[in-house]
């Protein structure tokens, strides 16, 4: 199974709305509706932000939202906040019955 | 609140076996599925394995020669057996809670451990 693509870097300013892409294929991203985000501050373990392209567990703020079209994922955070600058990896479940993760994507808050 | 911790050793020698256990407390293994997800140094998350608390398992096709994932309820741990390492699997290594909502397929990992660091060198 190879990950599943995402853009190494985005950048945006406080306040400011990003979008930060996974592409997969039909057997895992574009198959189910399973697709999950989390979070990871340097040195620290990833938190769960998106479950199932679109839900929010409890606690996560509501500036994080999720979508999916096709065989592409996307995770939006708006109203951009410093706490927010960390890497970001999308998963999906696969027709393997196996998980796969996306390579990361480093945000930086200008 | 869940809470999981790894534990084993730091460094193994490259061509051993590296085994890693994971304690959860704060809630019973079902019906859960239990997860390891590796990251090596600079890079991204890799999933490894799961095992359902009634230990069927599903492994990584890239590493699945080399795993074995097992379960013990009545301790609430359950473990990861790794063998033949190489340089390449230096690495954190995480314990994760899967989530399969009532369903059959992992779905996402809502819980983490803290990770433990393994160095494979001679």
């Known amino acids: 199974q190879s990950a599943l693509t995402q853009p190494a870097s985005v ?33 620290k373990a990833p938190k769960l932000m998106i479950y199932d392209v679109s839900n929010r567990p409890s606690g996560v703020s509501n500036r994080f939202s999720g979508s999916k079209s096709g065989n592409t994922a996307s995770l939006t ?30 945000l930086t808050v200008l | 609140q ?11 020698k490259p061509s051993e076996t590296l085994s890693l256990t994971c304690t959860v ?20 998350l890799e999933w490894i394995g799961n095992i359902y608390y009634s230990g069927s398992t599903n492994y990584n096709p890239s590493l699945q020669s080399r795993v074995t994932i097992s379960v013990d309820t009545s301790k609430i741990q359950f473990s990861l057996k790794l063998n033949s390492v190489t340089a390449a699997d230096t690495a954190v290594y995480y314990c994760a809670r899967g989530r399969a909502y009532g369903g059959n397929s992992v779905r996402s990992f809502d819980y983490w451990g803290q990770g433990t660091v393994v160095t494979v060198s001679s």
């Open chain 1, 11 to 43: 950048s945006g300013s406080p306040g400011q709305s990003i979008t930060i892409s996974c592409t997969g294929t039909s057997s895992d991203v574009g198959g189910y509706n399973y697709v999950s985000w989390y979070q990871q501050h340097p040195g």
């Open chain 1, 77 to 106: 955070i708006s109203g951009l906040q410093a706490e927010d600058e960390a890497d970001y990896y999308c998963s999906s479940y696969t027709s393997s019955s196996g998980v796969v993760f996306g390579g990361g994507a480093k």
């Open chain 2, 2 to 12: 869940v809470q999981l911790q790894e534990s084993g050793p730091g460094l193994v």
């Open chain 2, 25 to 44: 407390s704060g809630d019973s293994m079902s019906p859960y599925y239990w997860s390891w997800i590796r990251q090596p140094p600079g890079k991204g």
